[in-house]
């Protein structure tokens, strides 16, 4: 995918949280590991968290470190 922002290219990867740690991103097709935590890769600092586990697959640009995701809210 091709950044909005920069027109960079942009890497496709999964953040992920499971309410007790701080959410995270990792590059690729699967989630953060338990590995990847300890070692503290990937937080995402401006999210918060509750006691509900997820993912989202989401695309990042290195370059002016902007993410996009697809989501709805709902009423």
Do not use: Q, Y
């Amino acid at each position: 995918m091709t950044c909005p922002f920069c027109g960079n290219n942009m890497v496709k990867g999964i953040l992920s949280g499971d309410g007790r740690s701080r959410v995270t991103w990792k590059e690729g097709e699967k989630k953060a590991g338990a590995m990847d935590k300890i070692v503290g890769s990937g937080i995402i600092t401006a999210a918060r968290h509750n006691l509900v586990s997820f993912t989202i697959e989401s695309f990042f640009c290195r370059n002016c470190k902007k993410m996009i995701f697809d989501t709805d809210v709902t009423k």
